[in-house]
């Protein structure tokens, strides 16, 4: 007899049962006693697990940590208070006591989840793409609408300039164009020959960035040509799917030698803006703002309509309609998104 299939919500049930499992198997024989533990002190997440965080101190030292169970959430970056053991058990050194205000978050979607943080107190976002199979401004569109809508810097990083050729380059230089002109920063570098590579070291100078990007597009071979001690693992781009090979499984933060901060996350195939309503995907597109509310109508969709403002900008050439028409296949996809979550949610 064929196997019945699980339905969304069953999965779901018994994923959350399992990790509830791993958890409590992780947390017997470490509950730490208040007698057991020292003073409290402040300390930054650098590296998050399933049930456990590598805490880093003010003098560097960086202890493995258990959560306390009232902790809602905890991401690479936190600012946290947490207390260290007398000894270790079982290789764990302390415990998150407390998770102190976030200036600033990356969150993703997540299917069952809903919205998931990622990183904390980041003070620039290097969305990296890459020429191959393809740059595509669509998935650099995604990546900057969710910059906008936290509040934090973007930088515009294509890799793999070695594989271009000179005429290849200038085309991608155009493409690169619309988005300085609209006052985003733009680089194209090579990790493989070094094009470029000491103006994007510089940008790490100051603050914590993250690094975000599609698997495949060389994340890893920019954090090794920047950071020779991390020695993260690098992917091939597969010949089958086009598509890059997962190698990071956790996000970590590292502190570089010419100063600032650096966290390196798993790549992302599909950055989905399901999470966003409308309102706020025309909110990450920055040139338009300066046009809406002018139009005719107060619920023109930006298409056809009569005495439409953002059309005519860019019919004038004041709106790049690259980037015009990338915005309505975000509206399109997010609209078809939502309506097959909630065909599967009845």
């Known amino acids: ?28 024989d470490i509950e730490w006693q208040d007698d057991m533990l020292g003073e409290s002190q402040e300390g930054i997440v650098v590296t998050r697990y399933s049930v456990h965080a590598d805490v880093e101190n003010t003098q560097g030292e960086i202890c493995r940590c258990n959560l306390r169970r009232t902790l809602s959430s905890l991401v690479v970056g936190d600012r946290v208070i947490w207390r260290k053991g007398n000894e270790q058990l079982q290789g764990v050194s302390g415990v998150i006591e407390a998770i102190q205000p976030r200036k600033n978050e990356l969150s993703r979607p997540d299917y069952y989840d809903g ?3 990622i990183a904390a107190n980041i003070d620039r976002i290097i969305i990296v793409s890459a020429v ?36 290849q380059e200038k085309e991608v230089e155009e493409q690169l164009k ?19 590579m000491e103006k994007l070291t510089a940008l790490f100078r100051e603050g914590t960035s993250i690094f975000v990007g599609q698997s495949g597009v060389g994340k890893s071979s920019l954090i090794n040509h920047i950071f020779p001690t991390v020695k993260a693992q690098v992917g091939e781009v597969s010949e089958t799917s086009g598509l890059g090979q997962h190698t990071t499984t956790s996000s ?15 790549g992302i195939r599909e950055f989905g803006l399901w999470h966003l309503d409308k309102d706020q995907i025309t909110k990450g ?8 509310g002018t139009c005719k109508f107060r619920d023109c969709q930006h298409l056809q309509d009569p005495g439409c403002a ?37």
């Open 252 to 266: 970590r933060l590292y502190h570089l030698p010419q100063g600032g901060s650096l966290i390196d996350s798993p």
């Open 115 to 117: 919205l998931k943080p």
């Open 1 to 28: 007899m064929a196997k019945r299939k699980l339905t969304r919500n069953q999965a779901r049930r018994i994923e959350s049962n399992h990790a509830r499992t791993l958890h409590r198997h992780h947390k017997k």
């Open 310 to 346: 953002l059309r005519e900008a860019v019919d004038r050439g004041l709106i790049s309609s690259v980037r015009y028409e990338n915005y309505h296949k975000l509206i399109a996809s997010l609209e078809e998104t939502k309506s097959q979550r909630h065909f599967s949610t009845v």
């Open 178 to 196: 619309i988005y300085r002109d609209i006052g985003y920063q733009t680089l194209m570098v090579s990790a493989q020959n070094g094009k470029n």
């Open 285 to 292: 597109y920055r040139e338009f703002q300066y046009v809406l």
């Open 132 to 167: 191959l199979p393809a740059l595509s401004l669509n998935i650099i569109d995604r990546y900057l609408v969710v910059c906008e809508n936290a509040g934090i810097d973007p930088v515009i990083v294509v890799n793999k300039a070695d594989l271009l050729t000179s005429a």
